[in-house]
């Protein structure tokens, strides 16, 4: 059984940065697809950034020069480096991976949730 566990999240002033870490565990194969979306409350949750193994990285256009997708694929893990934050970017923040774990399963999996709230 494969899961994620996240960190990083907080209280931050607006024009400050938070780094969200995502940690996969679980015996893993491969990792196709390392991303991160975003919910707040009553309304739908949306992509953030999404990265696929072999392939590029896509961002929503509201987070275009401010946030940074990365990972390290030897710790399984994923970050999401946000900087010059703003009120609108307050929301409950969901790492997700498509893995192939040790039962040659192809598994969707979700983080906890992490909460980012950007306040003066």
């Known amino acids: 059984q494969v899961q994620l566990v996240e960190s990083g999240g907080g209280l931050v002033q607006p024009g400050g940065s938070l780094r969200l870490s995502c940690v996969a565990s679980?015996?893993?194969?491969?990792?196709?697809?390392m991303g991160w979306y975003r919910q707040v409350q009553g309304a739908r949750r949306e992509m953030v950034a999404d990265?696929?193994?072999?392939?590029?990285?896509i961002y929503a256009d509201s987070v275009k020069g401010r946030f940074t997708i990365s990972s390290d694929n030897a710790k399984n893990t994923v970050y999401l480096q946000m900087n010059s934050l703003k009120p609108e970017d307050t929301a409950v923040y969901y790492c997700n991976m498509l893995i192939k774990d040790g039962s040659m399963n192809h598994d969707d999996v979700w983080g906890q949730g992490t909460q980012v709230t950007v306040s003066s």
């Open positions: 679980g015996h893993i194969l491969r990792i196709d697809t």
């Open positions: 990265t696929v193994s072999g392939s590029g990285t």
